[in-house]
């Protein structure tokens, strides 16, 4: 039977570097989700976008939050939410946008010319 205090040892970091380095992780990622997973779908680079379509990448970003978590249950965390709320952008963000909505937003945008364009100075 294994003790609760062999269990909770494998939690605790080993040593400065790791607890530097686990430290400097939620940091990191604590700061990401603070400035993008605050805003409703975020401005994403090209690349990450890319790699959305690849099955590898999603692939790849799960055995990243399993090994975070294996390493560091509180990075597991921040590591998992990081990823859900970068899964739920690139589902909205690929997603093709309504026509009637896309009309609704061209009409919107044909109004404002025009108001503008009759309140401009002549």
């Not at 605050?38 to 090209?46: I, T």
């Not at 399993?66 to 739920?88: E, H, K, N, T």
Request: proline fraction near 4%.
């Amino acid at each position: 039977m294994v003790s609760m205090k062999t269990w909770t040892a494998v939690l605790e970091p080993r040593g400065v570097a790791d607890t530097t380095l686990r430290a400097l992780v939620i940091f990191g990622l604590s700061a990401w989700l603070f400035f993008n997973g605050m805003v409703f779908q975020a401005p994403y680079s090209d690349t990450l976008m890319e790699l959305h379509l690849y099955p590898w990448w999603n692939i790849l970003l799960v055995l990243m939050v399993a090994a975070g978590a294996y390493w560091c249950p509180r990075v597991g965390a921040l590591a998992a939410l990081a990823v859900l709320l970068y899964l739920s952008d690139m589902h909205l963000l690929m997603s093709p946008i309504d026509t009637e909505f896309e009309a609704a937003i061209k009409e919107h945008l044909a109004d404002m010319a025009d108001a503008n364009g009759a309140s401009g100075t002549e």
